[in-house]
């Protein structure tokens, strides 16, 4: 009965979201005539693609009450990785982003053993792993950028998962329907299966869990295996999207991913959350980056704004918890 009721508040919080989603769209457009464009819509969408990847992961961790730090320079490190075998070692393109994923999961790994077994603040074991992450790949690249193949080639059909482009020039974000499909699949995992049961039984109290002869530690990994699987799915969308991967990028995408499930309705001290509230957060995280210049505001305001947004979730949470 207690989780029929806990789910049916997080409806509710995804509604709200949705809310917010509508009137910042109706808002962007009154004030910006510009934004009310195709190509804004693909602009907000492709900056969505890897952050949602990354959001769906991380929203298993916080569910326990952890977090992955490693996620944003992460992503930017798998797909380096995955782009220095395909350029500079001539595998191809399947087998490069088969690397993203398990170089992810890897990490994944690992930083379950830490949190998990080793029993490690996720805090402080995932700022390790993504100080780690930050030099790994432009280790292997010697520091210098790598460009994935183009659209053009032979070998660059992987970028049209995320955007097609047909005769006529247009520009077809087909991505938001693997995005819709992997939001109805991992939703299903979290509330459907044992493994998302689990972990939500782990967030709302390990002890008791335990108790009730749950691997606790199995499950717990599974929830930073399951993030860093995601990690590096966001590798191989951010190099589908852009033209070349940088070293040294990536800082803070993390921040964007683990806000957008915040916002959510990702409960900050574990237990509550859903995948389709992690999706929505993230749209409202994405629709400020990217409109929020339309209408004057630079770099400067974008973060201001995006912490008042979070600031305001993180009350809304506590305040329900209270009552």
């Given amino acids: 009965m207690a989780n029929k009721k806990a ?173 819709v499909i992997l939001v109805v699949l991992m939703s299903f995992v979290l509330d459907h299966t044992r493994v998302g049961r689990y972990i939500i039984a782990i967030g709302s109290n390990k002890e008791a869990t335990r108790l009730a002869g749950v691997n606790v530690k199995f499950y717990h990994m599974m929830a930073y295996m399951i993030s860093g699987v995601f990690a590096g799915m966001a590798g191989v969308a951010y190099a589908a999207t852009y033209a070349t991967i940088y070293p040294g990028s990536g800082a803070g995408f993390e921040l964007d991913a683990i806000g957008g499930a915040i916002v959510g309705g990702v409960s900050a001290s574990g237990g509550v959350g859903t995948i389709l509230g992690s999706f929505l957060g993230v749209l409202v995280i994405c629709l400020m980056k990217v409109g929020l210049p339309f209408i004057g505001l630079q770099a400067n305001w974008q973060q201001i704004f995006t912490g008042i947004v979070l600031i305001a979730a993180v009350l809304v949470d506590v305040v329900k918890k209270k009552k």
């Fill in 7 to 179: 789910f049916g508040k997080l409806k509710g919080r995804e509604a709200m979201v949705l809310g917010i989603i509508i009137v910042m769209v109706i808002l962007f457009s009154i004030l910006s005539p510009t934004f009310r464009t195709y190509p804004t819509l693909v602009s907000v969408l492709d900056n969505s693609y890897y952050i949602t990847l990354m959001a769906l992961g991380v929203t298993f961790p916080l569910i326990t009450g952890g977090v992955d730090l490693s996620i944003g320079t992460g992503l930017v490190s798998y797909a380096l990785i995955g782009g220095y075998l395909v350029i500079h070692k001539g595998v191809p393109v399947g087998v490069g982003i088969l690397a993203c994923i398990g170089v992810g999961l890897l990490i994944g790994v690992f930083n379950g053993v830490l949190v998990a077994v080793m029993d490690l603040p996720p805090f402080l074991a995932t700022l390790c792993t993504c100080m780690i992450t930050r030099g790994l790949g432009p280790a292997l690249c010697g520091g210098f950028g790598v460009s994935w193949p183009s659209a053009i080639s032979e070998q660059g059909a992987f970028r049209k998962i995320f955007k097609f482009i047909n005769a006529g020039g247009t520009v077809i974000p087909i991505g938001i329907v693997f995005m």
